[in-house]
């Protein structure tokens, strides 16, 4: 699994009908740290159709302060296509890919994906396609807003997201105004996991840049 917080992956299903509903591509982009998602639905899975999504969920992420560096996708032939990879090139992404016919590979894609399943697409018979549509995106919103995530400390995926920009404001601000950088204290580090120590990195030092005054 890409563990570059600052980066995502990007994953497209197909969705069967049930009943009187129809099919539809569901592309998808977590991040890969605060697993905030970014979900469009289409009619197909073509290169020019995967380039357009990433395009606008690269928009999408960067107004919430998160910078995407890397994108890990599965093998798709949208995924090799001379779009996506100008998309990816003109963003300044470098594109990673998962192990053929390993999709734990992208896990967190995976995972999202079977919740997606269970409690939007299937949980419930829709009359038709555009009623299925109609309610993912109150869906959604639960799930980045609302729904907590074990791997956040049980708190939902906007919660995280949101620390990021006003941490790093903040110990910018001291930096340029003040001349003062901030030490951080952390007693019995020790006992903190991998997502713990993830979260402080990103906080005190979002770009992971090695020349930030907080690195």
Known sequence: QLRQPLGGTHHARRLRGRGQAGYGFV??????????????????????????FWTRAYAWFAQRGITVQRVLTDNGPCYRSHPWRDTLAALGITHLRTRPY?????GKAERFNRTLLNEWAYARPYRSETARHRAFPGWLHIYNHH?????LGGKPSFHTAAL????????AAEAAERGRNPILLIDEAHILDHNGLD????????DLDSGAPFA
Not at 199 to 206: F, G, M, P, Q
């Open 199 to 206: 979260a402080i990195r990103l906080l005190t030092n979002h």
């Open 102 to 106: 390993r999709p734990q590979t992208n």
């Open 164 to 171: 990021i920009p006003q941490a790093r404001t903040a110990l």
């Open 147 to 151: 729904r907590p995530h074990t791997a």
């Open 27 to 52: 592309h998808v982009a977590i991040d890969d740290h605060t697993r905030l998602a970014y979900v469009e639905i289409h009619e197909d899975e073509t290169r020019h159709t995967a380039a357009a």
